[in-house]
């Protein structure tokens, strides 16, 4: 990865699409554009975002910090292959709570979907790293974020094209950031994304 020597201002935009759209945030964004989108009413909106964002956003980035403290992380993006898997088993295990918490729920059911099926694709991403292969988690919240809402407009026919483009413009800006960065090859992006979007396919399909 560049170092922050003698950073350009292509390098800064580069690391400031990496930050403003981290794999920790982009399931949060998700989850706004999913109310966004929808007819569904709940009766305390702010109230579940708060919810969801401490567990899926809150609670990672201080794990974060006090793994980069401890000098078990050399940077924000987990580049150390035995920290990013032993991270992507915890927060998958966190998006299997807001599965079961959310599943219920019947205007929420597919949200909790959607987090099962992120946790599905983090899991691959663990044995990805078991063997010693690092794939783009970017690339994957991506890879599911973008599927989510394609099925959701297929589910209920309704036209997203503009989201859809949006979240396609975004994923490859800030993944050919990554590339820029030298944070990934295309192999472990089209990895990441695969696993992002075969995950989400696999939960809507079978649950």
């Avoid at 794939?135 to 919240?141: E, K, N, P």
């Amino acid at each position: 990865m560049r170092t922050q020597d003698s950073l350009t201002l292509l390098d800064i935009f580069a690391w400031l699409l990496s930050i403003l759209f981290h794999p920790v945030f982009l399931p949060f964004y998700a989850v706004i554009g999913y109310f966004f989108v929808s007819d569904y009413y709940y009766y305390d909106l702010y109230k579940l975002l708060r919810l969801i964002f401490i567990p899926t956003v809150l609670i990672p980035l201080v794990l974060q910090y006090l793994l980069w403290r401890l000098k078990i992380l050399r940077s924000f993006f987990l580049e150390n292959p035995g920290a990013r898997k032993y991270f992507s088993a915890f927060v998958a295990f966190i998006y299997l709570f807001l599965c079961k918490f959310l599943f219920p729920i019947a205007v929420l059911h597919e949200l909790s979907l959607f987090f099962c099926a992120i946790a599905l694709a983090l899991g691959m991403a663990v044995i990805f790293n078991i063997f010693r292969i690092k794939i783009s988690l970017h690339a994957l919240a991506f890879g599911g974020v973008f599927v989510f809402f394609l099925i959701w407009s297929y589910r209920h026919h309704q036209n997203i094209l503009d989201l859809l483009a949006l979240i396609v413009i975004i994923a490859g800006l800030t993944l050919a950031s990554r590339l820029y960065l030298k944070a990934h090859s295309v192999l472990e992006i089209v990895a990441g994304l695969f696993s992002g979007m075969i995950s989400m396919f696999i939960i809507f399909r079978f649950l």
